[in-house]
């Protein structure tokens, strides 16, 4: 490759990069709407402050300490980032020799826009009755170290159990390729977490028990919401190639759009007729979840299985999700989003799609391994991704409890009950999302 062509490939990857960033930022906006419109209308400048702060704390964080931790340098240990080179993003782009063309600057971006959309899961869980102030310091723990670590273990060179790791990753590394277990377990964990220290929102169980119904204020937001983040998704998935100038991943990233699809969309539908055999609604939030639901199924594998095996995780990932959202319910934990059935349910069985439909051609797994569903080598991919799921929720887990715990002896996790009865948005921010009054008449 002569200089001229280097440098265009190098330009290439770098704006590619950003460009996946973008759309995996744009995510937030879609989360906003889709945990605004769910949330009851006084509560909803509660629910986006939490949202915009997320990003702009997530950002300062991130810089300082997260991407330090999940990508050090070349004398990392394998459990965290221990080298000093992307701590405060050390680079060197001021030198005669620096030849990335700032692939290094839209790798921090590209990482930071997986971050924040961690931290964002957590909010739908512990939403309408957390104090901000909780809610951010819980927010700085998670993108500071917990999160991090996750990704270090699971993405980075010299992590536990990356496939990425050329010396002796566990059982050749896992295959989470976008990160159903590294973003959404993470912040489906976080969120069921905190869901059970905050207890559930007044009224939303009956005195003997049952679920009271605790409807959002607005379908249109939901769904709007839920489009964009779908939009989002095709910089996570595809975006995740990190390259396509300098590789031939292209048809990686086609292929992964494919399965992004079909994934969505089987999910979706299977949900709805699940929901509609119980309640004989055809019922928009369900359809909406679905589609998370099935884009979360799909994250960990959708470079390594085939069409067909897309439709089929998005099939049981639909299912799923309605089964684990009435198990929370039974359980009598309050999580007003479903972030622990879309985000961390749905992310362990994306984890374990991988080890059953993993293509044989497509496993970057250091041992060859692939799905049990493809006759070949041994050892199947599942014990790996079976390893990956029970490390993740015990870190996470564990990292939580003591955070939410903390949190809930200090007297600063939720707010007072005549707050949350009259809405935070009237008790802590200034007023009324919607100005519903109506203007004086004219003289």
Request: charged residues 10%.
């Given at each position: ?37 769910t949330v009851r209308a006084k509560?909803?400048k509660n629910i986006l402050i ?367 009950a005549e707050v949350e009865e ?22």
């Amino acid at each position: 490759m002569n200089a001229d062509a280097a440098l265009f490939t190098a330009k290439g990857d770098t704006f590619y990069l950003i460009w996946a960033a973008v759309l995996v930022f744009f995510m937030q906006c879609g989360f906003a709407m889709v945990e605004a419109g769910t949330v009851r209308a006084k509560n909803t400048k509660n629910i986006l402050i939490k949202n915009l702060l997320d990003a702009c704390i997530g950002a300062l964080i991130w810089f300082a300490t997260g991407m330090g931790i999940a990508f050090g340098d070349s004398t990392d240990s394998p459990y965290f980032g221990t080298g000093v080179g992307n701590y405060a993003l050390h680079s060197r782009d001021w030198s005669a020799s620096y030849t990335s063309e700032g692939y290094d600057w839209a790798t921090w971006f590209f990482q930071f826009t997986f971050a924040a959309t961690a931290a964002t899961i957590v909010s739908g869980g512990v939403a309408e009755r957390c104090a901000l102030s909780a809610y951010l310091a819980y927010s700085v723990a998670l993108t500071g170290f917990v999160y991090p670590v996750v990704v270090h273990l699971v993405w980075d060179s010299e992590g536990l159990l990356s496939a990425f790791n050329s010396g002796s990753p566990v059982l050749g590394g896992v295959i989470d390729f976008a990160g159903s277990g590294v973003v959404h377990m993470t912040g489906g964990i976080a969120a069921f977490v905190g869901a059970i220290f905050l207890g559930p929102r007044i009224g939303r169980f009956s005195a003997e028990g049952k679920p009271m119904p605790m409807p959002g204020h607005s379908s249109v937001l939901q769904s709007l919401g839920v489009f964009i983040l779908w939009l989002g998704w095709y910089g996570f998935n595809g975006g995740s190639t990190l390259a396509v100038f300098s590789s031939a991943y292209s048809r990686d990233l086609a292929r992964v759009c494919v399965t992004t699809t079909l994934g969505a969309a089987s999910a979706a539908l299977t949900s709805v007729m699940i929901a509609h055999q119980f309640t004989h609604v055809w019922d928009v939030s369900a359809v909406g979840n679905g589609i998370l639901a099935g884009l979360v199924s799909i994250t960990a594998n959708c470079v390594v299985i085939e069409p067909w095996a897309a439709i089929v995780i998005g099939m049981f990932g639909g299912a799923i999700y309605q089964g684990a959202s009435k198990l929370v319910l039974k359980m009598k934990v309050d999580d007003p989003l479903d972030a622990f059935a879309v985000h961390g349910v749905c992310g362990a069985w994306g984890l374990v799609a991988s080890g059953v439909f993993c293509r044989p051609e497509y496993s970057y797994n250091g041992l060859g391994s692939h799905g049990f569903v493809y006759p070949g080598a041994q050892p199947d991919l599942l014990g790996i991704q079976i390893v990956t799921f029970l490390i993740i929720t015990i870190w996470v887990g564990v990292c939580s409890t003591v955070i939410f715990g903390s949190l809930r002896l200090a007297g600063i996790l939720r707010v007072p009950a005549e707050v949350e009865e009259a809405g935070m948005d009237v008790s802590k921010h200034g007023g009324e999302a919607y100005d519903l009054s109506v203007p004086p008449a004219k003289a």
